[in-house]
């Protein structure tokens, strides 16, 4: 295919956006299973220089150049430097909250510009969306302020800060390791960031999920309060509760469905390869027998099996097996090109693999049996594991990157209907960049080419499991109207309003509808929203609830995720079964167009 052209379907754009909408799912998302996205070659090309020459590189110049470990070329000398990891886990952070991290880029999302982020958090008057409003003092409200830009921007000065000032002598490091020539990061210099980034994420849970706080901030509070080898062994525990929280969240019928799509998404896997993960593409695109080994062995069992090896383990040959594993592991997930694009996060934890336990072993002093206290292990191991375990019991608490739910295809998620002509007002917002069609166009797409493109993440997410239940809610309740409004991702929605999104449903839930419908004040009808929370581990059910912008949550329900295991994501044996539990005695049959509305089914309040 053309290096800078994007690969489209066969089918003319203007006619295709005529036709009925699961005609058009159906189009896109076999589509799917043989190209991907259909990325052009150029843009995984930017995508590989953005992480090769300013992540990578730019990062390693920067931190050997401050740090006194050597060249970068003399990377026998600095690979295992303590400092090194410490300025690379700051180095990445500043990366994500900036916004040029993951969530960057057309796949997701953001096209011209391609980030989000800075764009949006320097600037006051955007959209802020605080986790607890009711429960926190001076966080009600979601217009960000002039103290929240001044709170952002001292996060990235006290970043880059903490990358650049050169290491300081540490007596701890010194005892067990003498021949370490680096020093470490000043304590104070990860406590400020670590304060500033809770501090603004009271104010506004997505710059905290951003900076993915979940998982650097405890690197931040343990490099700052503990000493060298009780740090070293805390940060093993981190990365391995990130693993195995992410591997038993896979326990679940959802993430047979995040491999086929994301493994199509792979720009450079064989085609065969890519239709081997279907039962029968075109026409069966259910996970294949192959697809649900590839996900839960060499995907679940591996991310549980060998990072408890990798904690457990004395043995150095078994060691250093279990570390090439995980790299790999994260190498192969970097060469999918997953839709949130974690690149830079993944080589990190590549990297950290390799430094935390190939150069600390556990049978030199560094396993979790070596804390200097007696009540660390048990203390670092609880809190490490309370949000984790919350958010797989009850996930409508937590959102699931505190979860540890990456990958799993169980993610609280939506589908935004739009009547004629209700998208474009999205430009009224307080968002400094234009509507995703818009930006398509600016890049040269013609219109109808444009909505084509945007509709493709559509048929992605109805590739997943929960994406067959959200579709068959929005048409039971829309009816034959369906094919009439602009479906939108809600993923990509919340990228435009507030900046950033990384597959976290709780940042386009209602909370964002209420904010948006505040602004733009749509009628009945206008702007209608399906929104489903992620499935306990505990339970075999989802929660889902429609929400009409100017009526507010018009009912609530929940399916059966085995239900939805067996369907095509064009739905073509019609909408699978939901539990109406609740709907709002306004949402009257004229708010709406469904088959209800025709029969004038009711449901007690």
């Keep these: 295919m053309p290096f800078n052209s994007p690969v489209l379907p066969p089918v003319e754009p203007e006619e295709f956006n005529q036709r009925p909408f699961f005609e058009r799912v159906k189009v896109l998302s ?89 764009r949006y958090w320097l600037r006051p008057g955007t959209i802020r969306l605080p986790p607890w409003p009711r429960a926190v003092p ?52 990860f406590v400020v960031p670590a304060v500033l980034i809770v501090l603004l994420g009271l104010r506004d849970k997505v710059v905290f999920l951003a900076a993915r706080g979940e998982q650097y901030v405890p690197v931040m509070i343990v490099c700052a309060g503990l000493g060298f080898t009780d740090m070293i062994i805390a940060a093993k525990l981190i990365i391995v509760v990130v693993w195995v929280g992410a591997a038993v969240s896979k326990f679940t019928h959802h993430f047979s ?56 383990s004395t043995n150095r040959e078994l060691t250093l097996i279990a570390v090439g594993c995980m790299v790999l592991f994260h190498l192969f997930i970097t060469s999918t090109f997953p839709l949130a694009v974690p690149l830079e996060w993944n080589v990190l934890f590549g990297y950290i693999a390799i430094f935390l336990f190939a150069g600390y072993p556990n049978g030199e002093g560094y396993g979790v049996l070596d804390f200097s206290q007696g009540w660390m292990l048990p203390v670092i191991a609880g809190a490490l594991l309370f949000f984790p375990v919350l958010g797989n019991l009850r996930p409508d608490l937590v959102s699931f990157l505190p979860s540890m739910r990456q990958y799993a295809g169980n993610w609280a998620s939506a589908l935004w209907a739009m009547a004629p002509g209700v998208e474009e007002r999205l430009n009224d917002l307080p968002i400094p960049v234009p509507t995703h069609n818009r930006q398509l166009q600016a890049l040269g797409y013609p219109a109808p080419v444009a909505e084509l493109t945007m509709q493709m993440f559509i048929a992605w997410r109805s590739m997943h499991s929960q994406g067959k239940g959200l579709l068959s809610v929005l048409h039971t309740y829309l009816g034959d109207d369906i094919d009439t409004y602009t479906v939108r991702e809600g993923e990509i929605g919340a990228n435009l309003i507030l900046g950033w999104n990384f597959g976290d449903g709780h940042l386009h839930d209602d909370q964002l509808i209420e904010a948006i419908q505040r602004r733009l004040r749509f009628e009945p009808g206008e702007f209608v929203v399906v929104w489903v929370e992620s499935q306990p581990l505990h339970r075999p059910t989802q929660e889902y609830f429609v929400m009409d912008a100017a ?21 073509p044996n019609g909408p699978v079964p939901v539990t109406v539990t609740w709907r709002h005695p306004a949402d009257h049959p004229q708010h709406r167009l469904g088959p209800r509305a025709q029969t004038g089914e009711e449901a007690p309040a």
Excluded at 56 to 65: P, Q, R, S, V, Y
Excluded at 168 to 176: C, F, G, R, V
Excluded at 260 to 284: G, I, Q, T
């Design 551 to 571: 009526l507010g949550v018009v009912e609530r329900g929940k399916w059966n995720v085995r239900d939805l295991t067996e369907e095509q994501p064009w739905l």
């Design 257 to 312: 469905f995040v491999v086929p799509p994301m493994v199509s998404n792979a720009p450079f896997m064989p085609k065969a390869v890519r239709l081997k993960h279907y039962r029968n593409a075109p026409e069966d695109l259910r996970p294949s027998g192959f697809a649900r080994f590839t996900a839960h062995v060499m995907g679940t069992t591996a991310e549980f099996v060998v990072p408890l090896t990798l904690l457990l």
């Design 138 to 189: 001076f966080t009600r409200g979601d217009e960000r302020g002039v103290v929240d830009a001044l709170l952002y921007a001292a996060i990235l000065a006290s970043l880059a800060v903490a990358i650049v000032l050169p290491g300081a002598d540490s007596a701890t490091l010194t005892a067990a390791r003498p021949e370490s020539t680096g020093g470490l990061v000043r304590p104070v210099l």
């Design 30 to 118: 076999t589509f799917w299973a043989e190209n991907g996205f259909g990325s052009p070659r150029l843009l995984h090309v930017i995508y590989l220089v953005k992480l090769l020459g300013l992540s990578a590189l730019g990062g390693l110049l920067l931190i050997t150049w401050t740090s006194d470990v050597g060249g970068l070329l003399d990377v026998r000398h600095w690979w295992d430097e303590p400092i090194v990891y410490e300025k690379l886990v700051l180095w990445v952070a500043l990366l994500e909250i900036v916004g040029v991290g993951g969530a960057w880029g057309p796949l997701t999302g953001h096209f011209k510009p391609m980030y989000g982020g800075a």
